[in-house]
């Protein structure tokens, strides 16, 4: 039985968004990539899909220092 692994890449710049998911999808071609492009979407990314790693910046988002500490405990 194959396990799924994800990485849920935030960010609200689109352009920053991409780079990050092409560089995740060269080093890691394994793994799936969830992009969210705000706080309220990867909060929601990551009770459904429970990722083993997220990366971004949300700092643009009313919801940054919350979202940060929600996704640290999801």
Known sequence: ????????????????????????QTVAPHMHVIEASD???ALAAAARIRPELGLGCLRAT?????????????
Do not use: N
């Open 1 to 24: 039985m194959t396990t799924s692994h994800y990485i849920l890449v935030a960010d609200d710049e689109v352009m920053v968004r991409r780079f990050l998911v092409r560089v995740v």
């Open 62 to 74: 009313g919801r940054h220092s919350t979202t940060r500490f929600q996704l640290s405990r999801v």
């Open 39 to 41: 706080g309220t979407e």
